[in-house]
């Protein structure tokens, strides 16, 4: 079965600087979308970021930029100038990508960023 | 601007009553999940559909949950008894057909206190 472990439960950052959020996962397959989503307090699920295992190029959106490394099994989030708004808890989330397979995320317990003005 | 919408946003009922909780998922879209988020278990599937059909509900206590989907527009989810241990947020989520992007995207979700 396959696992997602974010091993950081809190995190905080000052206003405008640069975090780093971490992810490992456990999978036997080689085809596989990994995601980070963030929940605000309103609850609302927002996807933030994804990334598909065959591409190499780590995806970029705007300031979230990830570093994929599918060998080790590690997917981190870097968030460059963060802002108020980006306080959240962020789940990293692995889904395959095989005809058979299932299509269920499967989520790490998340990491709760805070940010300091 | 297409979302996934839940109701009610908020329920709260005593152990024993029956809840019901809906979907209505992105139109086009032929996949739809069943989330629970709770603090102890984090976020665990609990089933999921696609084309309407019951693919995986290993994760829903059988005896009192129920997942179905009477159209391409409903998705529903039934506690029948409630118990105290139900309480959490339930969300559901859609996603468009396989090959796409592979995203799913959330509804608002259902916070339910069971008393």
């Known amino acids: 079965a396959q696992t997602v472990t974010q091993s950081q439960p809190e995190m905080s950052v000052q206003e405008a600087e640069t975090v780093t959020l971490s992810c490992t996962y456990d999978?036997?397959?080689?085809?596989?979308?990994l995601f980070w989503y963030k929940q605000p307090p309103s609850r609302q699920m927002i996807l933030v970021i994804r990334?598909?295992?065959?591409?190499?190029q780590n995806a970029t959106e705007n300031r979230f930029s990830v570093n994929f490394q599918k060998a080790a099994k590690s997917f981190s989030l870097k968030i460059s100038d963060s802002q108020l708004g980006d306080a959240a808890m962020y789940f990293c989330?692995?889904?395959?990508?095989?005809?058979?397979?299932?299509?269920?995320?499967?989520f790490g317990k998340g990491t709760k960023l805070s940010v300091i003005p | 601007d297409a979302r996934v919408t839940q109701t009610p946003r908020h329920k709260v009922t005593e152990m024993g009553q029956e809840v019901t909780m809906r979907c209505q998922p992105i139109?086009?879209?032929?996949?739809v999940f069943w989330y629970r988020q709770t603090m102890m278990q984090g976020l665990e599937l609990l089933a999921y559909?696609?084309?309407?059909?019951?693919?995986?509900d290993s994760g829903m206590p059988k005896d009192r949950f129920s997942a179905e989907m009477p159209d391409a527009t409903l998705a529903t989810l039934k506690i029948q008894p409630s118990e105290p241990r139900d309480s959490a947020v339930y969300f559901c989520?859609?996603?468009?057909?396989?090959?796409?992007?592979?995203?799913?995207?959330f509804g608002p979700g259902t916070r339910l206190t069971v008393l």
């Open positions: 989330a692995y889904r395959e990508n095989s005809g058979a397979g299932s299509y269920q995320l499967t």
């Open positions: 989520a859609s996603g468009p057909p396989a090959g796409a992007r592979g995203e799913q995207f």
């Open positions: 139109l086009g879209h032929n996949t």
């Open positions: 990334q598909e295992a065959y591409k190499q």
């Open positions: 559909f696609r084309n309407r059909a019951p693919l995986d």
């Open positions: 999978t036997s397959e080689s085809d596989y979308y």
